[in-house]
C-alpha cells in the first residue's frame, strides 16, 4: 500500500475507533461531549495514531490494542489543540478549516472539553482491553503523562508563549520544538513497541527516527505558517512572525530551514533503515510532510 492510501485507511480505522470510544452526548452535561466530538472529528491529518499503527506494526502488536494507543494520542493532541487555539495562547478562530472550539461553543466548554480528550487519552490507555499486562498499560501512562507534561508538550507551549520576550539561539528554538511537538512523536513512535514489549535497541531507534520526524514536520508547520495561505492550511497563516514567535525559518529563512528539514528527513529513515522494507511508509513520511501545505 502506498504511503498515502495507507495515512487514508488509518484515518477511517481510527474514526471508527475514536467514534466507539467518545461518549455519545447525553444528559445535561451533553454540551461538553458535543464539544469534544466537534474538535477530534474535524478531519486532522491523523499523524499521531499513524506513527502508532505503523511502528506496532513493525513488531506485529495487535492492530485492535495499536488502534486504543492511537486513539488516545489523537485525544490528547486534539486537546492540545483546543487549548492552543483559545483566546489566552494563540487566539485562533480556524482549525482544521473549521471555527476553533471556542468559536464554535464557548471558552468555558472548549477549557472543558479540552480537559475532559486529555483525561479520556489516560482512561483508554488504562483499560485491559489497551494490553492484557498491567505493567505495559502502565508503561504507557507513563510515557504519554511524560511527553504531555512540563518537561514533553506542556513545557514547549511555555516556551513558545514566552518566546517573543526572549532571544532564542537555534539550540533553545530545537529545545522548544522538541518538547512542544517531538514529545507527541517520540510517544507515539515508542508505544507502537511497548505494546510489543520490545527491546532497548528498538526503543532507542524509533526515538530517533520520531526526533528528527517531529522536527523535520514543525519546521513544515512553520513553513506553512510563513508561505501558506489559510484555506488549504485549515488555520489561520502569517501569525508567528507577527507574534514574534520563534522558529527555525526565523531564524535561517525560508530556504535555510526547508534545507534542514531535509536534512532531518533523511536521517530519520536512517534511524529505521534495520528495519527494511517494513519501515518503507515511515522512511518516506518525512519527506510526504515536508511537500505538504496543510
Ligand atoms: C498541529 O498539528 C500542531 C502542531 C504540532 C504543529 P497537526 O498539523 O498534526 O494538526 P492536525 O491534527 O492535522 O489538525
Ligand atoms: C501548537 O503549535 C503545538 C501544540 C502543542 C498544540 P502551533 O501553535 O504552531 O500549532 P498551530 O500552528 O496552531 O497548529
Ligand atoms: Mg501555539
Ligand atoms: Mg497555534
Ligand atoms: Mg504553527
Redesign the pocket.
Known amino acids: 500500500m502506498t504511503l498515502e492510501a495507507a495515512l487514508k485507511a488509518a484515518s477511517a480505522e481510527l474514526d471508527r475507533t475514536l467514534d466507539a470510544l467518545l461518549p455519545q452526548p447525553a444528559g445535561f452535561h451533553a454540551r461538553v461531549q458535543e464539544a469534544m466530538r466537534y474538535a477530534i472529528f474535524a478531519g486532522g491529518k491523523r499523524l499521531r495514531p499513524f506513527l502508532v499503527l505503523e511502528c506496532a506494526g513493525l513488531f506485529d502488536a495487535p492492530r485492535e490494542r495499536a488502534l486504543r494507543v492511537a486513539a488516545a494520542i489523537e485525544a490528547l493532541h486534539t486537546y492540545s489543540l483546543v487549548h492552543d487555539d483559545l483566546p489566552a495562547m494563540d487566539d485562533d478562530d480556524l482549525r482544521r478549516g473549521r471555527p476553533t472550539t471556542h468559536k464554535r461553543f464557548d471558552e468555558a466548554t472548549a477549557i472543558l472539553a479540552g480537559d475532559a480528550l486529555l483525561t479520556l487519552a489516560f482512561e483508554i490507555l488504562a483499560d485491559p482491553a489497551t494490553h492484557p499486562s498491567g505493567e505495559v498499560r502502565a508503561r504507557l501512562v507513563a510515557e504519554l503523562a511524560r511527553a504531555g507534561g512540563s518537561e514533553g508538550m506542556i513545557g514547549g507551549q511555555m516556551m513558545d508563549i514566552d518566546a517573543p520576550n526572549q532571544a532564542h539561539g537555534a539550540d533553545e528554538v530545537i529545545e522548544l520544538q522538541r518538547r512542544k511537538t517531538g514529545a507527541l512523536f517520540e510517544f507515539s513512535c515508542r508505544s507502537g513497541a511497548v505494546l510489543a514489549e520490545a527491546g532497548d535497541r528498538d526503543m532507542a531507534a524509533l526515538t530517533d527516527y520520531a526526533r528528527d520526524l517531529g522536527l523535520a514536520f514543525q519546521i513544515g508547520?512553520?513553513l506553512i505558517?510563513a508561505t501558506g495561505d489559510a484555506g488549504t492550511a485549515g488555520k489561520a497563516v502569517g501569525k508567528?512572525e507577527a507574534q514574534g514567535k520563534a522558529t527555525l525559518v526565523s531564524l535561517y529563512g525560508v530556504e535555510g530551514a526547508r534545507r534542514e528539514a531535509r536534512r532531518l528527513a533523511a536521517r530519520a529513515g536512517e534511524a529505521v533503515a534495520t528495519y527494511g522494507e517494513a519501515a518503507a511508509r515511515l522512511t518516506a513520511l518525512p519527506y510526504f510532510l515536508l511537500d505538504r501545505q496543510g
Open positions: 508547520d512553520d505558517d508567528d
